[in-house]
T-cell receptor, first 111, second 114 residues
Framework: GENVEQHPSTLSVQEGDSAVIKCTYSDSASNYFPWYKQELGKGPQLIIDIRSNVGEKKDQRIAVTLNKTAKHFSLHITETQPEDSAVYFCAASRGWGKLQFGAGTQVVVTP | DTAVSQTPKYLVTQMGNDKSIKCEQNLGHDTMYWYKQDSKKFLKIMFSYNNKELIINETVPNRFSPKSPDKAHLNLHINSLELGDSAVYFC?????????????FGPGTRLTVL
């Protein structure tokens, strides 16, 4: 089955700096890669996703890149703000809604 | 308006008891899921239903039994609770069962087994 590895497990950044989280996946048939943000005491919320026929996608301060050959994808957050502090999860799916999640990255943005 | 709601938010119970968690979505979605998040925050899918039909059934002890009375509700019943069942359980829903359909998560139910 699919295995998703996520790094780093924790990430501390100064407000205004950029944050990068990287994930690798094992199943070459995976074709959908969402990123979720989970704030304390809440459920995960989708922030951006990318499909296998696209190499990069951007939404304001958030961007995701996908390298299908190397089987890795990354989340980039620019101009970080304190409200970006949360746990971020990458996931991969080959279909039927079966998301395989990474272990999560705790992002702390310090003012 | 709450999109995906779960009750209760907290559940504390003794080993050996039977308990249920309820989930409702008002998004008009056809597919619903149950996930388990352990103490290390690892999220793992347990079940999914599409139009009341089971489509994903991961390696979960048969003490866990999902029930979908209609496509807006997916309840999780757990028999003979064990210490290892302590976790946060999330319900989610999506328009369809396809991999690209965004999954919307509920607020979670924190289950503590003593």
């Amino acid at each position: 089955g699919e295995n998703v590895e996520q790094h780093p497990s924790t990430l501390s950044v100064q407000e205004g700096d950029s944050a990068v989280i990287k994930c690798t996946y094992s199943d070459s048939a995976s074709n959908y890669f969402p990123w979720y943000k989970q704030e304390l005491g809440k459920g995960p919320q989708l922030i951006i996703d990318i499909r296998s026929n696209v190499g990069e996608k951007k939404d304001q301060r958030i961007a995701v890149t996908l390298n299908k050959t190397a089987k890795h994808f990354s989340l980039h957050i620019t101009e970080t703000q304190p409200e970006d502090s949360a746990v971020y999860f990458c996931a991969a799916s080959r279909g039927w809604g079966k998301l395989q999640f990474g272990a999560g990255t705790q992002v702390v943005v310090t003012p | 308006d709450t999109a995906v709601s779960q009750t209760p938010k907290y559940l504390v119970t003794q080993m050996g008891n039977d308990k249920s968690i309820k989930c409702e979505q008002n998004l008009g979605h056809d597919t619903m899921y149950w996930y388990k998040q352990d103490s290390k925050k690892f999220l793992k899918i347990m079940f999914s239903y599409n139009n009341k039909e089971l489509i994903i059934n991961e390696t979960v002890p048969n003490r866990f039994s999902p029930k979908s009375p209609d496509k807006a509700h997916l309840n999780l019943h757990i028999n003979s609770l064990e210490l290892g069942d302590s976790a946060v359980y999330f319900c989610a829903s999506s328009q369809g069962p396809y991999g690209e359909d965004t999954q919307y998560f509920g607020p979670g139910t924190r289950l503590t087994v003593l």
